[in-house]
């Protein structure tokens, strides 16, 4: 079992950055990788960026590439989305998840726990 708990939302403007932690709790953090999911409202949660239990693999949506960068600290138990040159378009719930796998993916189905979501507004 893995509980995780998102912090680091909030509102910033146009360009600013935001840096996201998602804390983990339970035995199988440092094996399983890690996943950042986003939803807007009105559209499908989508995939944003996923790493892997060693943090040698990282992969990003073609939307963030080269503005987001994920990470993690197995020895805190937490992985990190810092979130650079936001636009308005990144306005979204932003959830963390924990794969069944040691790599994670892109296809939300590879995940088995999910966190709470919290919220980044971005205002033009």
């Known amino acids: 079992q893995v509980q995780l708990v998102e912090s680091g939302g909030g509102l910033v403007q146009a360009g600013g950055s935001l840096r996201l932690s998602c804390a983990a709790s339970?035995?199988?953090?440092?094996?399983?990788?890690m996943g950042w999911f986003r939803q807007a409202p009105g559209k499908e949660r989508e995939f944003v960026a996923r790493i892997s239990w060693s943090g040698d693999s990282t992969d990003y949506a073609d939307s963030v590439k080269g503005r987001f960068a994920i990470s993690r600290d197995n020895a805190k138990n937490t992985v990190y989305l810092q979130m650079n040159s936001l636009k308005p378009e990144d306005t979204a719930v932003y959830y963390c998840a924990a794969a069944r796998g040691r790599y994670g993916s892109n296809f939300y189905k590879e995940y088995n726990y999910w966190g709470q979501g919290t919220q980044v507004t971005v205002s033009s």
């Open positions: 339970g035995r199988t953090f440092s094996t399983s990788g």
